[in-house]
């Protein structure tokens, strides 16, 4: 099972790197919508990546052949402590992608929507 787990987390690693990839154009010009997109995306991406490889490949790797490096760095670690690095770069990729969303609100209204509160732009749904 363990094998499985690790082969679908490189194989999803794999797959992110290449979405990644495919919009790298959209990082020419700085602080555009896109850009912004891209690199909260990409941000995004690099946290599900290390994520997914440190958790499903990893330490059950380290389980399996070194257990006791494995058991001494969860206890440097505190166990899931280290989820804290994973979340404090998510917390990256959401102002980025915030800062995406206020950069798509049009011009003359843009200086009424600080990043913190972009999404909820506009204040009304419209259809036309």
Same mark, same amino acid.
């Given at each position: 099972?363990?094998? +499985?787990?690790g082969?679908? %987390? +490189?194989?999803?690693a ?19 919508a ?12 690099? +946290? ?24 001494a ?12 690095v ?10 980025? %992608? ?7 609100i ?18 009304? +749904?419209?259809?036309?």
């Open positions: 099972m363990a094998l +499985i787990i082969t679908i %987390a +490189i194989i999803n794999v797959g992110l790197v290449m979405i990644v990839w495919a919009f790298r154009t959209s990082l020419r010009v700085v602080g555009e896109t850009w912004w997109f891209v690199v909260g995306f990409a941000l995004l991406s690099f +946290i599900l990546i290390l994520r997914g490889l440190y958790w499903d490949v990893a330490l059950p790797l380290a389980r399996a052949y070194a257990p006791g490096a494995a058991a760095w969860s206890e440097l670690v505190s166990g899931r402590m280290f989820n804290v994973f979340s404090g770069l998510m917390m990256l990729s959401i102002y980025c %992608a915030l800062k995406c969303r206020q950069a798509l049009p011009a003359h209204e843009r200086a009424d929507w600080p990043w913190w509160k972009a999404w909820m732009h506009p204040t009304k +749904i419209r259809f036309w």
